[in-house]
């Protein structure tokens, strides 16, 4: 679709709308080249009318294709397709070019390209190419492709996975072997050709009260759109398609509808699979972290009766770091997957430094503590902020360790954690060529400064520090950074690649 929007507007002088309707055509497609069982090629005029750009293409997957390369870019001189200026300039149809027009004015032409070949039709490709026939139809009509909310969540079934074709009446005119194999599978005991799709399937879903309504107006073939019916046996996925085509010469054809079928019980099942596993490990998560808040509330018990300072700071700095996990597990078990909201994380983390701050401060912070903040991302690029919980475990406890550091020795008055991720491009010269490669990667960056009396000429890096180094250099593949501050204070930067 973007390749259509780029060439649309650099060759062509068709409007957003214009293009808009072609980007609809093209994602239901697809459709018609299996129905058709032909190639389809996306024709636009260009804005010096000398001739046509081809801006999409699909291939059939009900028949091989007689367009073996890619031909979207291409340029087609006006005269060099009788046919398709034909379909341009006098906006009638035949049965390989069908012109598109909205507003009385032509803005593309669909080339079918079909196999040369003769076949033996059987009453499948029949029942297709019928299909097809009324489907191009209303593609000339400007009827396809039908626009609808019903289902626009689920995949749709392709012609390969089950077809029916429904009278005026909602009474099933065909269906192919797929389908029925599928509706054998939800209970279907009888032969379903003259029945009405809509009640067969009302007594298939064994299920009390009223049909869903969306599946209802699929169902009947009152409007397009897509549908699920589901019981204890099999789920099938159901789109309908309203066929209207007053102009039709052959009885029966030209009205009803076409209703594509495809047994989805296994993907189902396999989503309701995943979906338990989730569950039961978002619990998991959350079991862990009561467990852990218990732990810092003992350790929090024993600290307030310990009688030897370097007691109680070494019991608050373990309450501390198992509280830091627990912040983890708790993002964990509320949101689905392996990934958290490190924002989220930073701002929990703050929140309990700032509880414990009292039990270790002894800076210009006073009993109090000192004001801690956290400002947002510098990055340019990827800062949702979700991270991996192999990058977030380890981040996090790192984070803790040098927040109580800065509020345990800086004597800060301000303490800010700015957080972020960056993309970096790095360029190595090529000794061979001489030329430059790009590479490089993204990393999350954590940056804690403070306003305190920085770092002492003797400084070597306590307990502290050498948790945090073995965090981010040794589990994460990372890099710490401690400094002085340029405005007084001590900087630590955390860099962590996310690879």
Partial sequence: MARLSALAEERTDLGDDEVAWLQALIAEWSLLADLSMSDLVLWLPTWNAAGLVAAAFVRPTTAPTTVPDDVVGSFLPRGADPTLDRALSVGTADSTAFPITRAGRVIAVVARHGSPNPRVAGQLEEVYQHTAEDLFAMLVSGDFPTRSTLGADLDGPRVGDGLVRLDDQGRVGYASPNAVSALRRLGLAVDVVGRDLRDTLVRLAHRPGAIDEG?????????????????????????????????????????????????????????????????????????????????????????????????????????????????????????????????????????????????????????????????????????????????????????????????????????????????????TADQGSGQASTGGGSSVVARITDDGLGLPTDFTPGLGLQIVQSLIEEQCAGQVTVENGSGGGVAVTLTVPLA
């Avoid at 066929?243 to 009803?256: E, K, L, Q, T």
């Avoid at 703050?350 to 004001?371: D, H, K, N, W």
């Fill in 215 to 427: 599946l209802s107006e699929v169902a009947s073939g009152h409007a397009a759109g897509r549908a699920q019916i589901e019981n204890a046996e099999a789920t099938l996925l159901l789109q309908g398609i309203p066929i209207r085509v007053h102009s039709s010469r052959v009885p029966g054809r030209g009205s009803g509808a076409l209703i594509l079928v495809r047994d989805v019980t296994e993907l189902r099942r396999r989503e309701r699979a995943l979906l338990s596993k989730d569950a039961t490990i978002r619990e998991i998560h959350h079991r862990v972290k009561n467990n852990l808040q218990t732990v810092a509330a003992l350790l929090r018990l024993q600290a307030r009766r310990a009688h030897h300072e370097d007691t109680r700071n070494a019991l608050v700095e373990a309450e501390l770091r198992i509280a830091a996990i627990a912040v983890v597990h708790e993002a964990l078990s509320a949101e689905p997957g392996d990934h958290v909201n490190f924002d989220e994380v930073a701002d929990r983390i703050i929140q309990v430094v700032r509880e414990l701050a009292p039990a270790f401060a002894t800076g210009a912070g006073g009993q109090q503590g000192p004001s801690i903040q956290r400002t947002g991302s510098t990055a340019s690029t990827a800062s949702s902020g979700m991270l991996a919980t192999d990058v977030a475990m380890p981040l996090a406890m790192a984070c803790a360790e040098v927040l109580q550091n800065a509020v345990e020795h800086a004597a800060a008055a301000h303490i800010q954690l700015e957080l972020g991720v960056v993309s970096v491009i790095a360029e």
